[in-house]
Structures are given as C-alpha cells and as structure tokens.
C-alpha cells in the first residue's frame, strides 16, 4: 500500500538549509531528514542563545492555548523554541490555534511544524504558504539510484571517503530504510579508519544480510549459480531455516511476474500494485535476462521446493540447493 502523498511544495528547499525563523514549516514524509532540519535550527539558536528554552508538541494531542502557551517568555528568558510534531494528525483545536498564529507570529520565538505529508490540515498549509512562511522539503527517498545517493552523500557530509561500490553494498545489504542507512553509515565511520569500501561492508554487514534468502534470491535470479550456491550453503551451516529462503525466491519471483505483467496491461506498479520504486527499478534490469516461459518454470519449481521443504522430502537442504541450481540456470539462459 503506498504511504501518504508529500505536502512539500515541489520548489521548497531541501531540509538540510532549514535555517530558524519565527514560524517555520517542516514538510514531507521523510521522518529522517525532518527531525535533521529541526535539529539544524534548535542547534543555530543555540549557538546564540545557549539558554533556549526547546518546548515538542504532539499535534494530535493539541489543547486550545497550549501554543501561545509554549512561545511565552520564560521567567529565565531563554528563547522559545517550539516544535509541533505530527501535524499530518493535528486535532482541531491545534488547526484553530495554528492558523490564527500564522497571521501573528512572536517575533522572539521559534516554532516550527512538522507535517509529514497526506491532506490533512490543508488549510493551515495554504495559509502558511501564502503568508510565505519558510518551507523546507523532506521529500522520501524510494528510488535504489537515490537510495545509492544517500549513502554517498552520508560519508561525504561527514568528510569521509566511501566507494562508489560501498554505497552500492550497503543498500543492497541494509535495504530501502534510509534512517537503517543513516546509522549503518554512522557505524561503519564510527568503527573504520580510511576510506570505506565493499569489503568493510561485507564485513560489517555480509554475516548478517547477504546470507539470507534475499541475497540468495538476488544471486538466483541474475544467473549467478555459484554465488546463490555458495549463500545458500552458508546460510544452512549458519542455522538459517529452509523455509524463508525458498520463500524469499519466491517473492523476488512475484515481483519480476508482476513487473513484467504490468507492462502489457498499462498499469504503474508503484501506484497499482503497491511496489516500491526501488524494487521496480530493480526488477526491471533484472527481467532483461527472463522471458515469460522461463519464468512461469521458475515459479513452478519453487512451487515444488516450497512443498518439498515443508514435509514432501526428507532433504530439505537437497531440495533449496537444486531449486536454486534451476532458477540460476533458467535465467543464465538468455
């Protein structure tokens, strides 16, 4: 299912400029990059006021008042600074107090909301935005290149050097969870000296991930036997049960059948079938080796894998190896 549509305007300014101001407005559903772009602006007024006075409000749980409230001078006259988080779920009474503020904000405080996306609360976006109320965009990041982009951009923030081929790894390692990406790279520069490369991430991550039916099903279905081979054995002689493996081929099968399917019925698998971008991508480099017949035998025989590993043989390792011996083969066959 896909997530709530972004409320960024398309011409906002990336989160990583927000800068305080006396309203501010957050906006987009990447929650990594919205608690960043807070972070930036509480640290700037820090810098010069080290007795800030930071007040977070959930805006689901708003009561009338409680905003004028936060951005009162207090008795130690450190400046407010006001966060309302979740205004995607803001109450009523938060949506009245909030565009009556937009029209007089306290020229001495810093409140800054936080919507991650979707129509809700609409009408205090409009007036925020026709009062030119500075915006910052949290757009999410779904694309495997944008996905590749951010890990790159992770090291290089942090003057570090990571490899064009480290970027590659650690995605296909962690996945498409950008704040799992943020702190596997906030570890790996936390852990290694010099520059981070594949090696260091298979090292970090290869035990963990790249043994697991994903990684076997990636092998599987590109035509690389050996390696698919080789994950596999790996991951039985590390415990790792029979049934997710064949399960995980199994998925990364529907995937490619439904990728490929949805081209000759003009269907956007994103928005119709609920595959993530990444994935799609993915998928669709992955079907130049298949042809439909080849994959309707590959989907049979995991079918008959699946089976076998839960009761129809008594070798289940024999079955997940000879499974992945025909997927491999059937995509080598180009």
């Given at each position: 299912m896909?997530?709530?549509?972004?409320?960024a305007?398309?011409?906002?300014?990336?989160?990583h400029?927000?800068?305080?101001?006396?309203?501010?407005?957050?906006s987009?559903?990447?929650?990594?990059?919205?608690?960043?772009?807070?972070s930036?602006?509480i640290d700037?007024v820090?810098?010069?006021?080290?007795?800030?006075?930071?007040?977070r409000?959930?805006?689901?749980?708003y009561?009338?008042g409680?905003l004028r409230e936060a951005?009162?001078?207090?008795?130690?006259?450190?400046?407010?600074?006001?966060?309302?988080?979740?205004?995607?779920?803001?109450?009523?009474?938060?949506?009245?107090?909030?565009?009556?503020?937009?029209?007089?904000?306290?020229p001495?405080?810093v409140v800054?909301?936080?919507?991650?996306?979707?129509?809700?609360?609409?009408?205090?976006l409009?007036?925020m935005?026709?009062?030119s109320?500075?915006e910052?965009g949290?757009?999410?990041?779904t694309?495997?290149?944008?996905l590749?982009?951010?890990?790159?951009?992770?090291?290089?923030?942090?003057g570090?050097?990571?490899?064009?081929?480290?970027?590659r790894?650690?995605?296909?390692s962690?996945g498409?969870?950008?704040?799992?990406?943020?702190?596997?790279c906030?570890?790996l520069?936390?852990?290694?000296?010099?520059?981070?490369?594949?090696?260091?991430?298979?090292?970090?991550?290869?035990?963990r991930?790249?043994a697991?039916?994903?990684a076997?099903?990636?092998a599987?279905?590109?035509?690389?036997?050996?390696?698919?081979?080789?994950?596999?054995?790996?991951?039985?002689?590390?415990?790792?049960?029979?049934?997710?493996l064949?399960?995980?081929?199994?998925?990364?099968?529907?995937?490619?059948?439904?990728v490929?399917?949805?081209?000759?019925?003009?269907?956007?698998?994103?928005?119709?079938?609920?595959?993530?971008?990444?994935?799609?991508?993915?998928?669709?480099?992955?079907l130049?080796?298949?042809?439909?017949?080849?994959l309707?035998?590959?989907?049979?025989?995991?079918?008959a894998?699946?089976h076998?590993i839960?009761?129809?043989d008594?070798?289940?390792?024999?079955?997940?190896e000879?499974?992945?011996?025909i997927?491999?083969?059937?995509?080598?066959?180009?």
């Amino acid at each position: 299912m896909a997530g709530p549509r972004s409320s960024a305007r398309s011409d906002a300014p990336a989160w990583h400029r927000a800068t305080p101001a006396p309203l501010v407005l957050v906006s987009g559903p990447e929650a990594l990059f919205g608690a960043r772009a807070v972070s930036l602006m509480i640290d700037a007024v820090r810098a010069r006021d080290p007795e800030l006075d930071v007040h977070r409000i959930e805006a689901a749980t708003y009561r009338l008042g409680q905003l004028r409230e936060a951005v009162s001078p207090s008795l130690f006259g450190g400046t407010a600074v006001v966060v309302i988080e979740g205004a995607e779920s803001m109450s009523e009474d938060f949506l009245v107090d909030a565009i009556a503020y937009v029209s007089t904000p306290d020229p001495d405080a810093v409140v800054v909301i936080r919507h991650g996306g979707g129509n809700r609360g609409k009408r205090l976006l409009d007036a925020m935005r026709s009062a030119s109320t500075p915006e910052y965009g949290c757009a999410a990041v779904t694309r495997d290149s944008d996905l590749v982009d951010f890990v790159a951009s992770e090291f290089s923030r942090a003057g570090r050097k990571g490899s064009a081929a480290a970027a590659r790894a650690l995605v296909d390692s962690v996945g498409s969870d950008v704040s799992q990406l943020a702190a596997a790279c906030a570890q790996l520069m936390n852990d290694v000296d010099g520059t981070i490369n594949d090696a260091v991430v298979a090292r970090y991550h290869g035990t963990r991930v790249n043994a697991t039916g994903f990684a076997v099903a990636d092998a599987a279905v590109t035509g690389d036997r050996a390696a698919a081979l080789a994950l596999v054995r790996h991951a039985l002689e590390t415990g790792v049960d029979p049934v997710p493996l064949v399960a995980a081929l199994a998925s990364k099968l529907r995937t490619l059948a439904k990728v490929g399917a949805s081209r000759g019925r003009g269907l956007d698998p994103t928005r119709d079938l609920g595959i993530a971008p990444w994935q799609v991508d993915r998928a669709r480099r992955e079907l130049r080796t298949w042809n439909a017949d080849r994959l309707a035998a590959a989907i049979e025989a995991v079918a008959a894998a699946d089976h076998a590993i839960k009761g129809g043989d008594r070798a289940p390792a024999f079955s997940i190896e000879r499974v992945v011996r025909i997927v491999a083969d059937l995509a080598a066959d180009a």
